[in-house]
Structure formats: structure tokens, C-alpha cells
């Protein structure tokens, strides 16, 4: 099976930086996901790593380290329309490749 | 863009109704996933199909099966549908590349009384 964990809620202000944690173990990794969900929709795609480093999209950056069973998204310049859920998903290639999804991390962005 | 539809936004169906969720996606994705969504609990596989005729079992299949009988269609259907059902589900779309992130529909939201 799979244990995926982030926190439930985090709050920030805004024009700062924050970092949204994901922890996993799984056998058979074989990437992992993030993706934001605004209150009532659906959930978009964010961010994709397979390899261990730093992909950075704009003021999103997600980072992996498979060693560790760990990621995070980072946001720079938090703006008031960031306030969302990020779902972190890992894949696993030993269940037929299907995502698997964390609980969600709700994130408050503050004037 | 990649849109993928789903039939209501609500429903609210009595308990042991049969219930029919449908989804169609426009932009030729081989897979196709139901999912459910519930607060503390995030997002959970019901089934999925990689293919025509095809269904795998998610994590929670149970009380739930599935038809693809065309590539762009996957309808979720409740045999006899119990109030432990409410809740939101989301279809996705993709394609079979191990990168290729899914693309979500926008929900519907069912109430099982």
C-alpha cells in the first residue's frame, strides 16, 4: 500500500514564500504529482517530478527527493487567488501506475 | 484545452436507487478514472479503464461498477445507492504516458437520502 501525508492547513500572508510538504512511501515509485484545487472545482495540474531536484515554474516550484519519500511545493509572491487546496499524488508502478492522492493541504493566503 | 464533461453538478438520489454519473472527455485519452472526494479523507479510486470495454478496480470499488463502451465515455454507476455514497465525485482523463497528469472534470455532487 501507500501513505501519503501533508498537512491539513497552513496559513500565510500575502506577498511571502511557502512551502507545502509531502511525505510517501511506496514501492514502486514512479513519480509524483501536485495539484490546486479551488473550493467548489476541479482540481489542475501544477507540477510533475521523477527525478530527484528543483523544477520551478514561475512562482511554483515543486522539489523531489525519492531517497527521502519527500516533496514540497514552494510559492513565491503569495497572491490572495493561491488560496486553495494543493493535493500531492505519487504513482506507483507496482499498482498498475494509478495516482494515489494525499488528504490535501488547505492554504489561507492573508492581506 | 482538454475538457472533460460531466453530466450534473447535483444530484440528490433516495437510498436504493440506481444512479448513473456520466463523463466525456474530448481530447482522445485512452485512460479514464472515477474518483471520489470526501473531507479529512482526499481523493480516493473507485475504478478506472485504460481502454474500450476495459475496467480495472480502484481502491474502493465497492457498491460501484463502470462502463466504457465508447473511448470518450465512462459512466460510474451506483447499483442501489446508500446514504455512505454522498459525496463528490470527479472523473479524470489522460494519456497512457507515465508524465501525462490527469485532467479533471468539474465534479458532481451527490446527496443520498
Not at chain 1, 23 to 35: A, C, E, H, K, R
Not at chain 1, 52 to 57: F, P, R, V, Y
Request: with cysteine; net charge neutral.
Amino acid at each position: 500500500g501507500q501513505n501519503i501525508d501533508q498537512p491539513t492547513e497552513m496559513t500565510a500572508t500575502e506577498g511571502a514564500i511557502v512551502q507545502i510538504n509531502c511525505t510517501y512511501q511506496t514501492s514502486g515509485f514512479n513519480g509524483l504529482f501536485w495539484y490546486q484545487q479551488h473550493a467548489g472545482e476541479a482540481p489542475t495540474f501544477l507540477s510533475y517530478n521523477v527525478l530527484d531536484g528543483l523544477e520551478e515554474k514561475g512562482r511554483f516550484s515543486s522539489f523531489l527527493s525519492r531517497s527521502k519519500g519527500y516533496s514540497y511545493l514552494l510559492l513565491k509572491e503569495l497572491q490572495m487567488k493561491d488560496s486553495a487546496s494543493y493535493l500531492c499524488a505519487v504513482r506507483n508502478n507496482n499498482a498498475g501506475n494509478m495516482l494515489t492522492f494525499g488528504g490535501g493541504t488547505r492554504l489561507m493566503v492573508k492581506p | 484545452d482538454v475538457k472533460v464533461t460531466q453530466s450534473s453538478r447535483y444530484l440528490v438520489k433516495r437510498t436504493g436507487e440506481k444512479v448513473f454519473l456520466e463523463c466525456v472527455q474530448d481530447m482522445d485519452h485512452e485512460n479514464m478514472f472515477w474518483y471520489r472526494q470526501d473531507p479529512g479523507l482526499g481523493l480516493r479510486l473507485i475504478y478506472f479503464s485504460y481502454d474500450v470495454k476495459m475496467k480495472e478496480k480502484g481502491d474502493i470499488p465497492e457498491g460501484y461498477s463502470v462502463s466504457r463502451e465508447k473511448k470518450e465515455r465512462f459512466s460510474l454507476i451506483l447499483e442501489s445507492a446508500s446514504t455512505n455514497q454522498t459525496s463528490m465525485y470527479l472523473c479524470a482523463s489522460s494519456f497512457p504516458h507515465e508524465n501525462s497528469p490527469l485532467h479533471f472534470g468539474n465534479g458532481t455532487r451527490l446527496t443520498v437520502t
